[in-house]
Each structure stands twice: as C-alpha cells, then as structure tokens.
C-alpha cells in the first residue's frame, strides 16, 4: 500500500518561500508521477504540478514562475517550493501519486495546512 506524508511548516511570511517535503513509503518515486495539489479555503483543488519518474517536472502555467519540484531518491521523497508566497497561497497542500497510464491521482497525502500571514 502507497503512503504519502506531507511535513513543512504550517505558517509562512509573505514574501517568502514555502517548502514542502512528501515522503513515500509502499513504492518508489523512481516510477510513475508524482503531483503537489492545493485547496485554498472555499475553493476547489488546484493543480501545482508533478516530477515525473525520470526527474523532469511539469508545472500549471498559472504558478511556473514560483515553483519548483524536486526529489531526492534516496530518501524516497519529493518536495516542492513556492516562491514569493502572498496570502492567496494560503491552502491545503496535498501530495499525491498520479498514474499517467490511467489519467487518475491515485493515493492522496493526508493535506497539510500553509497559512501565509504575517
């Protein structure tokens, strides 16, 4: 069974970058992709991005400028970094493993929440 754990703080200054770390446990991250989604408050999930197995990333247009996604094999983890965060950031940040095979986010992290205040 995939697990997926999100672990990052949970308060960030605006201005600053948010960073965020998914560890992997039930499967490597050396296959398939794996995605950053967010919810903010009172609105749907959003698409940030993904590392594919190969280590390139594809990123939403809409953030490309202030993310970037990264791995470290060795310790079956992935992270992500959004930079210059403004309190619209502020959401739910999930992790999760999406089969390209099957067009479907397969195993969700749990979600974590990131505030950006002040």
């Known amino acids: 069974q995939v697990q997926l754990q999100e672990s990052g703080p949970g308060l960030v200054k605006p201005s600053q970058t948010l960073s965020l770390t998914c560890t992997v446990s039930?499967?490597?991250?050396?296959?398939?992709?794996w995605s950053w989604i967010r919810q903010p408050p009172g609105k749907g999930l959003e698409w940030i991005g993904y590392i594919r197995y190969s280590g390139t990333t594809n990123y939403s247009p809409s953030l490309k400028s202030r993310t970037a996604i990264s791995r470290d094999a060795s310790k079956n983890q992935f992270t992500l970094q959004l930079s210059s965060v403004t309190p619209e950031d502020t959401a739910v940040y999930y992790c999760?493993?999406?089969?390209?095979?099957?067009?479907?986010?397969?195993?969700w992290g749990q979600g974590t929440q990131v505030t950006v205040s002040s």
């Open positions: 039930g499967g490597s991250i050396t296959t398939y992709y």
């Open positions: 999760a493993r999406y089969d390209a095979n099957q067009y479907i986010l397969d195993y």
